[in-house]
């Protein structure tokens, strides 16, 4: 069993930063890669970014491209998604995810994480 905790969310003004960070515990050594989904009032839940920890390759949704930059540690089992230039359609709970076992789906397929934190709300102000 992996537990994800996640931290750092809260209130943003339009065109600021905020940095997520989440870390994993537990069974944790299987885990092929942490990231970050994300779900708005009244929407469906959406990929945001993925780190993938055997060659550190990096995943973003179009929306947040160029705005969103995923980092982590793995000695630390820690990711972290810094957030630029907000914007109120990034208002949304974040939750992190990771894929504890190598699943071979698609980056951004939710199936593919078997692990989900509880999620941190993130509230971008107009």
């Known amino acids: 069993q992996v537990l994800l905790v996640e931290s750092g969310g809260g209130l943003a003004q339009h065109g600021g930063s905020m940095r997520l960070s989440c870390a994993a515990s537990?069974?944790?050594?299987?885990?092929?890669?942490m990231g970050w989904f994300r779900q708005a009032p009244g929407k469906e839940r959406e990929f945001v970014a993925v780190?993938?920890?055997?060659?550190?390759?990096?995943v973003y949704a179009n929306s947040v491209k160029g705005r969103f930059t995923i980092s982590g540690e793995r000695a630390k089992n820690t990711v972290y998604l810094q957030m630029n230039s907000l914007k109120p359609e990034d208002t949304a709970v974040y939750y992190c995810?990771?894929?504890?076992?190598?699943?071979?789906?698609?980056?951004?397929?939710?199936?593919?994480?078997?692990?989900w934190g509880q999620g941190t709300q993130v509230t971008v102000s107009s």
């Open positions: 537990g069974r944790t050594f299987r885990t092929s890669a």
């Open positions: 995810v990771s894929d504890s076992w190598g699943d071979s789906r698609r980056d951004y397929d939710p199936q593919r994480y078997d692990q």
């Open positions: 780190l993938n920890w055997s060659d550190g390759s990096t």
